[in-house]
């Protein structure tokens, strides 16, 4: 049979009385420079029927298609672009991806020239992928690097257990696969169809958002919310405010959307993630926390929100290492630890040395009263030594200039005035 992309190719609709299958009929009218596909991505050597079934189904939508190949082997269906096509965009070539004995080292190739692949392509209106530990891996890699808002969906044998390492910072949707993807049987049909549906919902009917005001990006933690969303309460008038949970992803998301352009300023009010990066607990920071705010010399308002609490999960994930310390139970499964002065000091070094690399209009404002809702006189985490040595060690490796301030102030971080302060400061810069 003829496929769409080669009728598209030629321009001629051939035959108007012979059978076309679904994704044909659809398409056949529209210039293939202006088409745009949704992407059926798998290992068309092992799941190859699999791959068929569920490009076909999303065909059956009069959406345009087009299957793409990560296998090693020969597919055992036909394919619009290649294995050999995707494991060209590889640095080293092909053969890096195609001619070597070891599965592991092949399976991290092809992800590479996947991501490459799919940075190449201008063609693509959604991506689902199927797959097991090897294609999941490939394929969120490539997935991982189209824009948020862009559908994607992994269906993989994953998909119920631990996400992170797939989804990272991305919106791909996972989906379990429930049965392994080893051909086709009654459940694994109706698994596959479902995911046919959703992506063709999701391709058929983009997001139009219509936002005419310019967007900020905002840090929180439950100990700093007053805060924030008093500062928000200031700003929601004239900007469109995104929250992030300063969870490590949280810091990295907004960072990624600080390099894509789509924030135009910065209220990092919380960066309780660097206490986690330095100290050791499970919500940490990169070694790259800022770096996109110094990248782009983008409006930034910074604070200390929750640099007093180091994050553990329930109390026996504690690491040995810190019994005998102060610890607040949040709940059942987040364990909060008290930083000490030398760790508030290591943490005020990295910092004041990170915003010193940060050439664009940069205000740190410290609350003097408190850095979070536990660091208040009376609380659990009240102690204005570990606090000072936090505060001074910003300040003494900081280098201020005419356009990178530090400024202290008698308040507390959940203050109505000091959010006020963040919030007029930062229009005074942007």
Known sequence: MIRASQKFATGILEGANRRHDAGERASACIREETLKYVYVVGTADT???????LADRIAENGLAVRRVDLGIRAPTIDVDVTAHEVASHHGAGPDAVLAGDDRGAAVAAMAEAFAAFVASRTDISAMIGIGGG?????ITTGMRGLPY?????MVSTLASGDTAPYVDISDIVMMPSVTDLAGLNQLSRMILHNAAQAISGM????YSHGESRKSVGLTMFGVTTQSVTATIADLRDRYDCMVFHATGVGGRTMEKLVDDGVLSGVLDITTTEVCDMIVGGVLAATEERFDAIA????PYVGSVGALDMVNFWAPDTVPKQFAGRLFYHHNSNVTLMRTTPDECRRIGEWIGRKLSACNGPVRFLIPEKGVSALDVEGGAFFDPEADEALFTAIESSFAASGNRRIERLPYHINDPAFSKAVSD???SII
């Open 149 to 153: 808002g862009l559908p994607k969906i």
């Open 47 to 53: 799941k190859g029927e699999e791959l068929a079934f």
């Open 203 to 206: 391709a058929r009917t983009p």
């Open 134 to 138: 090897g294609g999941t891996s490939i």
């Open 295 to 298: 990248r782009t010399g983008i």
């Open 425 to 427: 400061t930062f229009l």
